[in-house]
């Protein structure tokens, strides 16, 4: 990345222009990281990633009012 990074601003540099990702590149890049989250959604929900702990149900809760 810091290669990239540096790639970038020495071109922008000696060109003198400037540089803006193409809304196709934007919507590939949203695509990818949209990706990424539903993998990580489906496999903690499908691989027991976490593990569920089922709390214990109880009864009624019984109100004793004294006098």
């Given at each position: 990345?810091?290669?990239?990074?540096?790639?970038?601003?020495g071109?922008?540099?000696?060109?003198?222009?400037?540089?803006?990702?193409?809304?196709?590149?934007?919507?590939?890049?949203?695509?990818?990281v949209?990706?990424?989250?539903?993998?990580?959604?489906?496999a903690?929900?499908?691989?027991?990633?976490?593990?569920?702990?089922?709390e214990?149900?109880?009864?009624?809760?019984?109100?004793?009012?004294?006098?």
């Amino acid at each position: 990345m810091n290669r990239l990074d540096v790639a970038i601003t020495g071109v922008e540099a000696s060109s003198g222009t400037t540089y803006f990702p193409a809304f196709g590149e934007v919507m590939i890049s949203v695509f990818l990281v949209t990706m990424g989250f539903l993998a990580f959604a489906y496999a903690a929900k499908y691989l027991n990633v976490f593990v569920h702990v089922e709390e214990k149900e109880e009864g009624p809760v019984e109100i004793i009012h004294d006098v």
